[in-house]
């Protein structure tokens, strides 16, 4: 069974540009969440997607966004990038039923660095 | 809100040494507690989980158990091998208003080094 695939794994911008990042599933999963890693607050959740909608979000600006399709791949956004926004970005999928928390399963991430 | 408060180390240690890493934890409810590893330049994977009180999550050696009257899920292993060196998140879900699934609330992480 594949794992949590993200792609690109690493990624430059200029500050000012947008970025779309991407995050396949696991099979059969239907919740995605994305989290953002930085040495200096550490994992910070971002938001979750459950049968392409969003059920939770984290407290980030509006130039995050993301979205799900209905084959629970998953993409986030970032626009008018700032330095502060270099991260890695880590995608992760569950099985999502209701009600129960599940573990979830963690992709390699991107590591996107802003110059 | 919910949070996890875990020592943020360093931790060095000579191999075969015992671990302990703490991690306590403040939730409403009923979470489920996991531990993760995070080896360098890779996302995170799920080391062992409890879902429930008294439960005792194990693998690879490593061991937790989830203590609801001290809010506690502190990670030990008897022996740790030069392999082990990683960072390690000590991470809860429960139940979020109107949503629950995969939304994790983790630790600072704890970096450790194991010498040979």
């Known amino acids: 069974k594949a794992g949590v695939t993200q792609t690109p794994r690493y990624l430059i911008k200029t500050r000012g540009q947008q970025v779309t990042l991407s995050c396949s599933p696991i099979?059969?999963?239907?919740?995605v969440s994305w989290y953002q890693q930085t040495p200096g607050q550490g994992l910070q959740f971002l938001f979750e997607?459950?049968?392409?909608?969003?059920?939770n979000k984290g407290n980030f600006p509006g130039r995050f966004s993301g979205r799900q399709f209905s084959n629970s791949r998953s993409e986030m956004n970032v626009s008018t990038l700032e330095l502060g926004d270099s991260a890695l970005y880590l995608c992760?999928?569950?099985?999502?039923?209701?009600?129960?928390?599940?573990?979830?399963?963690f992709g390699q991430g991107t590591r996107l660095t802003v110059v | 809100g919910d949070s996890v408060t875990q020592m943020e180390g360093p931790v060095t240690l000579s191999e075969e040494a015992f671990l302990t890493i703490n991690c306590t934890y403040t939730a409403t409810g009923y979470p489920s507690l996991f531990w993760y590893v995070q080896y360098p330049g890779e996302g995170l994977q799920l080391l062992l989980k409890a879902t429930k009180a008294d439960d005792k999550g194990s693998n690879k050696g490593f061991e937790a158990t989830y203590r609801k009257e001290t809010t506690s899920f502190h990670l030990e292993k008897g022996s740790v091998q030069v392999s082990d060196s990683a960072v390690y998140f000590c991470?809860?879900?429960?139940?979020?208003?109107?949503?629950?699934?995969?939304?994790?609330?983790f630790g600072r992480g704890t970096q450790l080094t194991v010498w040979p």
């Open positions: 099979s059969g999963h239907r919740s």
């Open positions: 992760a999928s569950s099985s999502g039923r209701d009600r129960v928390p599940t573990e979830a399963f």
């Open positions: 991470a809860l879900s429960g139940l979020d208003r109107g949503s629950t699934l995969g939304r994790l609330y």
């Open positions: 997607y459950f049968s392409e909608t969003q059920r």
